[in-house]
């Protein structure tokens, strides 16, 4: 039996006195598992990554890690963040540092560990993406694909039990976009547990091990990758899937 490694309970968020961007939102992230989360602009998929990260306060509801409630305190959350790592659709990397450097500050300033032991890692990491020819390069020597492989490969090097992608090729440009979702899907073979946004529907359907469609701030359908895309089972996730479709003919 699989071990259960994320559980997310009534889940919910608002601002101010605005209607909630999520509601009741309950799911389970089982250890291995990838969770493609799809749904409409502003439905609040990101928000819920963010949630899980503890970069946006919910008001109610729980987030269980190992088992262990991670939501009693804002000062646990620098320390659950290194074992829920997140990449944005923003790269987010230091212009004035290297890619090794940008790579091994987390690590060596965070965690404390030794640099050689880091940087061996990080080596192998950079390889295993394809650039390990790029480990003394800086940011803007960089096309956006490469930067956001820096990304992936620095939130790796903090050896995190999940990962968290929120729209990470949503920047790129087509040709680049293929490179970066390579290697999830990379990722997802070796066995790392990550819940992903994206609008990537035929990468949707290969990485997911299930698909969570929300819309407004609801899960409305849950289901595997196979029955979701062939065969949806609301009406709301049937319109979402034909708009895709007719966009994908029309190109």
Not at 216 to 225: A, F, K, L, R, V
Request: net charge negative; hydrophobic share 40%.
């Amino acid at each position: 039996m699989a071990e259960m490694l994320l559980e997310i309970e009534h889940l919910y968020k608002s601002y101010d006195n605005n209607p909630p961007v999520l509601k009741d939102i309950s799911f389970q992230i089982q250890k291995g598992e990838v969770i493609v989360i799809l749904g409409p602009s502003g439905c609040g998929k990101s928000t819920l990554l963010r949630c899980l990260n503890g970069l946006e306060v919910f008001q109610a509801g729980n987030i269980k890690l190992d088992g262990e409630s991670i939501t009693r305190s804002k000062k646990d959350w620098p320390q659950i963040r290194q074992k829920i790592g997140m990449v944005f659709q923003s790269y987010d990397l230091f212009a004035h540092m290297t890619v090794m450097e940008n790579i091994l500050l987390g690590p060596i300033k965070v965690q404390k560990r030794n640099k050689e032991e880091a940087s061996l890692q990080a080596e192998k990491l950079l390889e295993r993406v394809g650039l390990s020819d790029k480990k003394d390069a800086y940011p803007r020597q960089l096309s956006g694909g490469q930067k956001q492989r820096v990304a992936i490969v620095r939130a790796l090097c903090m050896n995190p039990e999940i990962l968290l992608f929120d729209e990470v090729t949503a920047a790129l440009d087509p040709e680049m976009v293929r490179e970066v979702l390579d290697v999830i899907l990379e990722l997802a073979k070796a066995g790392t547990t990550m819940a992903i946004v994206t609008h990537e529907m035929k990468f949707a359907k290969a990485v997911a091990d299930r698909i969570l469609f929300i819309d407004q701030g609801e899960i409305i359908e849950e289901n595997t990758p196979k029955a979701f895309f062939e065969n949806p089972s609301t009406l709301r996730a049937k319109q979402f899937l034909n708009i895709f479709n007719f966009e994908e003919e029309t190109k």
